[in-house]
C-alpha cells in the first residue's frame, strides 16, 4: 500500500460518524492484526499522515 491510500483510509477512519463505523472499517482492512497491532498500525499512520 502506497503513503497516499494509506492516509487516505486512515482518513474515512477518523472521519468515521461513529466509533462503532470506524470499528468496522478496522476490521475490514486490518484482518489478522491483533488489537495491539492495530494500536500500532493506527499510530503509524497518524504519524505518517500528519
Do not use: F, L
Request: net charge positive; hydrophobic share 30%.
Amino acid at each position: 500500500m502506497n503513503k497516499e491510500s494509506m492516509c487516505a483510509m486512515y482518513r474515512a477512519m477518523q472521519n468515521a460518524p461513529t466509533e462503532q463505523d470506524r470499528q468496522a472499517m478496522m476490521e475490514r482492512n486490518m484482518q489478522g492484526m491483533s488489537p495491539e497491532m492495530r494500536q500500532q498500525h493506527m499510530e503509524m499512520m497518524r504519524k505518517q499522515c500528519q
